[in-house]
């Protein structure tokens, strides 16, 4: 059955500094990969995505994402994390449209920024 | 496009109630999801539509949860005799009919719901 992991659930960094949120999953075919962020009080909201193609992906608000197939992963970074970052952050595998592709969701990091 | 919307944001009921939350995707959005997410964890898919027919329901909807998209437009989730382990954060999303990977699903606030 496909799975998510995100093996951290809460992490504090400096605002400044750099930040990676680890996700793993499992999943048997071509995996449809999501990052969202999800604010208090508001909708989640997708950062990137990974279909196919270049393994490094970009995003909103300067999030990238790399996808590693040998490691079944595909964490979150960010080069510099501003106070506005705090917020939980989840991984998700969707599955392929003809099976409804309905998302799989990790149990999130929650991020906080120190000033 | 306002995005998508759902109702109420909040509700408070006592077990046993019956409740009904709504949910109105982006227009011309084929696809409709709905999950739930309980605190400290990540949203569990319940069930999807496309257009009216509802495809998939997870094994998490019990009886007492019925889902309804008339006419492929709006969708309303049913709560029959609530229990306390109902209480989360119910979730809309929705997606268009395009593409063959999966679309972006695009989320609504969500109805968070209470049983006392």
């Known amino acids: 059955a496909q799975s998510v992991t995100q093996p951290d659930i809460h992490i504090t960094v400096s605002e400044g500094a750099s930040l990676e949120l680890r996700c793993n999953y499992s999943y048997g075919a071509t995996p449809y990969l999501f990052w969202y962020v999800q604010s208090p009080g508001q909708g989640l909201q997708l950062l990137l995505k990974y279909f196919s193609g270049d393994t490094l992906v970009q995003g909103i608000k300067g999030f990238e994402a790399e996808f590693k197939r040998s490691q079944s992963s595909f964490n979150l970074r960010k080069p510099s994390v501003h106070w506005s970052d705090a917020a939980e952050y989840f991984c998700?595998?969707?599955?392929?449209?003809?099976?409804?592709?309905?998302?799989?969701f990790g149990q999130g990091t929650e991020l906080s920024v120190k000033p | 496009d306002t995005g998508v919307s759902q109702d109420p944001r909040h509700k408070i009921t006592k077990r046993g109630q019956n409740v009904t939350f709504r949910c109105d995707p982006i227009?011309?959005?084929?696809?409709l999801y709905w999950y739930r997410q309980t605190l400290g964890q990540g949203p569990e898919f319940l069930t999807y539509?496309?257009?009216?027919?509802?495809?998939?329901k997870s094994r998490l909807l019990s009886d007492r949860f019925s889902a309804e998209r008339p006419k492929g437009s709006f969708s309303t989730l049913e709560i029959q005799r609530t229990e306390q382990g109902d209480s989360a954060m119910y979730l809309c999303?929705?997606?268009?009919?395009?593409?063959?990977?999966?679309?972006?699903?695009?989320f609504g606030p969500g109805t968070r719901l209470t049983v006392l």
């Open positions: 999303a929705s997606s268009p009919l395009e593409g063959q990977g999966p679309n972006e699903q695009f």
């Open positions: 227009s011309e959005h084929n696809r």
């Open positions: 539509f496309q257009n009216e027919a509802q495809l998939e």
């Open positions: 998700a595998v969707a599955e392929g449209y003809n099976q409804g592709g309905k998302l799989i």
